[in-house]
């Protein structure tokens, strides 16, 4: 397994070179080497050697070396090779073109490439920088982009099966064939939902594997904000409140706001951030014989208490204010409250931001009216992100690409986003803008038109909750059905033409980096 920091896992392989015996330019390969093995240790031997190689990442179809000299790779030789389709150089970066099978080429390079020494992690990156603010600021959003969805990659398939469960459960409630009061309902809700319940402790060691901290103690972090005594906390009201929030928790007499952190991605990005920052810090004042404990207790006390006493806090503030703006506009128009919260609400999503809404749609639907028009508009822009990346499905002529986006698809449909916007839309980022445009379209009609929801369950699969009891098929229901067609119609139809195409593929943000070079035995 690869950190971000570079450690290569001895895991072997029956055939597989060991790690540290990666050939020479001049070695000859063994003779027991073959399948990846063999195409990993020829495409080494013939850009160099190890000691030839700074580091390396790989996309969805490219394994990416920074060499510290190109002129000793043989271009032809690589070309050559089984199961290389081309070479490529751009950006600083020998390229080898694999395709679908890049990650099984990606697993056996660094396996045989083993614990080395090489260049700094500046040597790794592109030489050019930007010049001006913006440069910077564009810069900056698009690393942070770039981390949101490196770190949400590998849990994508297992968030787009929870999200099919998830909707397969609502048909079945919505059908009558599953009552939500059931040991039957409660079990299978378990399987489709611990995966969001547990999301922290799986981003958390997926951003830290891509920031460099220890994935094991960001996990410990995640497990602390998703830990079912916190959860309740965060569920009840205070006795206090503070510029609007309510201050519903203490820590040694000093009350805050204990928000919930379940279903959670940019709060845990921030805590493998500054895990990465403290760590070294602790490292340096801890003697080397007290490390083994008190560099794991320090950093998870430390994690842990900033994110729950400065940014929960942070966040929440700036969603209830956001919440408060948008249930004012939808007062004053929902048709302009439809543009806004269609186009912008993923956004909120992304960075955690939309918590403050869900409360609000919890007491539309459980009020005296029993409906909620905010979660109706909610509902299409879950239609917009399907339509988008099921466009995608349907254009790309990648395999690996239909293998995401067939699943992320049906996912959005049954109303869980997550796979579609971290899987694609967000890497490649037009996608997610013609998603957010197809979503405002949506928005707009189901504001116009005065749409609301009887239930939680949206986009596609939750059809059932626009259908007012007693009354069933009407206005409200043809309302939601001409909204959510329009929303998946435009997002289709923009990322089909305009939002996507396969060499985005190649130019879109790398899903993982490894430094090359030994850590502290104490790092994971």
């Known amino acids: 397994m690869a950190t971000a920091a570079g ?121 050019e920088r ?3 603010l913006w440069g910077w600021a564009k810069l ?24 099919i469960l998830k909707g397969i459960l609502a048909l079945l409630v919505q059908a009558g064939w599953v009552d939500d009061s059931t040991q039957t309902y409660i079990i299978i809700d378990a399987m489709g939902d611990a995966v969001f319940y547990f999301l922290p402790i799986f981003v958390g060691f997926t951003a830290a594997r891509r920031l460099g901290s220890d994935p094991i103690i960001v996990s410990i972090v995640g497990g602390v904000l998703a830990y079912p005594t916190l959860v309740d906390m965060a569920s009840k009201p205070g006795d206090k409140s503070l510029l609007g929030m309510s201050l519903n928790a203490e820590f040694f007499g000093l009350p805050f706001h204990m928000a919930s952190y379940s279903y959670s991605i940019f709060p845990m990005i921030v805590a493998a951030w500054l895990a ?5 810090w602790l490292k340096k004042v801890i003697p080397t014989v007290l490390r083994m404990i008190f560099v794991p207790l320090c950093e998870v006390v430390i994690v842990s208490l900033a994110i729950m006493l400065i940014l929960g806090p942070a966040v929440m503030f700036v969603s209830e204010g956001i919440a408060s703006t948008l249930m004012w506009i939808y007062h004053i128009s929902p048709t302009i409250s439809g543009l806004i919260i269609g186009g912008f609400y993923q956004c909120l999503v992304i960075f955690g931001l939309h918590w403050a809404v869900i409360p609000i749609v919890t007491d539309q639907v459980s009020g005296p009216g029993g409906d909620s028009p905010i979660n109706a508009i909610i509902s299409a822009t879950m239609v917009a992100q399907g339509g988008a990346v ?42 997610f803008i013609m998603a957010s445009i197809g979503g405002a379209a949506g928005g707009i009609l189901t504001g116009t038109f005065n749409v609301t929801m009887y239930a939680f369950t949206g986009a596609l699969v939750g059809f059932p909750s626009f259908l007012p009891p007693g009354v069933g098929i009407g206005a409200n229901f043809w309302g939601y059905l001409i909204a959510s067609v329009t929303s998946l119609v435009v997002s289709f139809v923009l990322t089909y ?17 490894v430094r090359l070079g030994r850590r502290d035995p104490v790092q994971k």
């Open 140 to 163: 900056g959003f698009s690393s942070l982009i770039g981390v949101i969805t490196g770190s949400m990659i590998p849990v994508i398939g297992l968030l787009a099966a929870a999200g």
């Open 276 to 280: 990465s920052v403290v760590e070294p």
């Open 7 to 127: 450690t290569i896992a001895d895991a072997a392989q029956p055939g597989a070179a060991q790690p540290g015996a990666a050939p020479t330019a001049t070695a000859e390969r063994p003779a027991d080497l073959s399948g990846y093995d063999a195409t990993a240790w020829d495409v080494i031997n013939n850009i160099g050697g190890k000691d030839n190689i700074s580091s390396l990442t790989h996309c969805i179809t490219r394994v990416r070396f920074y060499l510290k000299d190109e002129s000793k790779a043989n271009d032809d030789a690589v070309r050559d090779t089984d199961g290389v389709i081309d070479v490529v150089k751009a950006g600083g970066q020998y390229q080898v073109v694999i395709g679908p099978a890049v990650e099984d080429v990606y697993d056996a390079v660094t396996k045989q490439l083993g614990d080395v020494e090489t260049a700094d992690a500046a040597d790794a990156e592109p030489k």
């Open 497 to 513: 033409f305009f939002g996507f195409k396969d060499s985005d593929v190649e130019n879109g943000r790398e899903v993982k980096k």
């Open 130 to 132: 930007p010049t001006t």
């Open 390 to 431: 099921l466009a995608i499905f349907l254009k790309t002529k990648l395999l690996k690409i239909k293998e995401l986006a067939g699943p992320a698809a049906i996912s959005a449909f049954c109303g869980i986003t997550e796979p579609a916007m971290y899987g694609i839309n967000l890497k490649y980022g037009r996608v």
